[in-house]
Structures are given as C-alpha cells and as structure tokens.
C-alpha cells in the first residue's frame, strides 16, 4: 500500500482544493477529505475510492444507509454518520432557494428604504443591494463603513461580492454624515468608475444614491449614470 504520506503535496486533496478550488476535485478526494484518514490497509485516497465501487454513482451514494455504509471494509460506525451528515447537509443546501427580499419597483421606492435605513448613521455607510434579472434583491450587504466624512470604497470589492451571489445588476448608496446629500467629485468618479466596471463584467450599475439627513438624491436621475 502507498502511504498518504508518501504522495507529492500536490497531489493530496485538501491542498489541491486550497490551490485549484473545490470545483477542480475529483468526487473521490472530495469523498477523501470527508473521510480525513484511511486504514491500515489502505490510505484515505484509496479508501474513498472503495466507497465509490461499492455504489453505482452518487445518487446511489446519496440514498445510501448507515448499514449500507457499514458494509464496506474500512467504514466503521463513525465514520458512516459523518457521511450521512455530510449527504443531508447537502441535501438541503441544494433545496434551499435564494432568499428574495422584494422587487425594485421604482428610484423612488427604493430611495425610501435606502433613506430610511441609512439617513441617521454617524459614519458614512456603503451599501450594496444585488439584484437577479427580474430586479428582485436577492442580498444586500453593508460594503464599507468609514470615518465620519469619508469611506474607502473599491469597485473590486463590492463587484467581488457581486458575482459571489450570482448578481446581475446592483444598486450602491451611501450616506453622507453632514446631511447634506449633493454628490461630490469623489462620488460622481466613484460612480463612473462603478458604471464602467459594470459593463465591462456585464453587471448593470442600476442607480447609486446618497443619503442625507431627510432626503437622497438619484445620480441615475441625477444623469450622472
């Protein structure tokens, strides 16, 4: 038998999805880093490709029973629950819908809100709201918060978390603690520089708003967009 240990670095499972991703893995070193260790027989890599003989394919791996898994030299008890916690979990995440938090109906709806959530912080707020291809949030996430007359924002981070959630187009606000709501130079650039992101990864910049202390203006209706 060859040992775990003796495998290149490279080759073991757990740094292969650090390095490439879990995405790039085999199901039998994703099996294997599920399963941690292997038995004197045989290494972890060998045993979880034991697993994937006794079955036909994944769905039946996916029905399979705690004496089912037992069945198979290697698998003790423990073992086996943690398999079968592993195939609920993702049971479940399977069947879990994206959680939707409303439609963008209008500028005017979604300033209220925006307005209201953000016109009475101390420091300045960005906020992201990404939207699905029927411009209902599916996320919205604070990006920033900084100083009390400024914030460090980069189109980077906030089209990063875009993607992550599968966004196709994004509104951004932020609030200005003096409560005054008249775009700076600095907004109006930032602004730009979000639009131009946009189009090049193909996420819409839909509005970017300010907030003030009892108002907030639209740079999409402003024309700045």
């Known amino acids: 038998m060859q040992k775990f240990t003796d495998l290149p670095v490279e080759s073991r499972p757990r740094e292969r999805l650090k390095e490439y991703g879990q995405s790039a893995l085999a199901n039998h070193e994703l099996l294997a880093i599920l399963l941690r260790t292997g038995t004197r027989d045989q290494n972890v890599l060998q045993l979880s490709l034991q697993v994937f003989s006794h079955f036909d394919d994944l769905y039946m791996l996916k029905n399979a029973s ?41 500028s005017q709806y979604i300033g209220q809100i925006l307005l209201d959530e953000l016109k009475d912080l101390q420091q300045e707020h960005v906020v992201a709201l990404f939207l699905n291809t029927k411009n209902e949030i599916i996320k919205k996430e604070t990006i920033f918060k900084g100083s009390l ?48 992101a946009g189009r090049l990864i193909g996420i819409e910049l839909l509005d970017h708003f300010i907030i003030g202390d009892d108002s907030y203006i639209s740079l999409k209706e402003l024309g700045a967009l």
């Open 66 to 106: 705690l004496e089912e898994l037992m069945e198979i030299p290697g698998i003790g008890k423990a073992k086996a629950v943690e398999l079968l916690a592993a195939i609920e979990l993702g049971k479940r995440m399977s069947h879990t819908p994206i959680v939707k938090e409303g439609a963008v109906t209008s």
């Open 149 to 196: 007359n400024s914030s460090v924002a980069h189109p980077r981070e906030i089209f990063k978390a875009a993607i992550k959630c599968s966004s196709a187009r994004l509104i951004i606000a932020h609030n200005h603690p003096s409560g005054n709501p008249e775009p700076s130079d600095a907004d109006l650039s930032f602004t730009q520089r979000m639009s131009e």
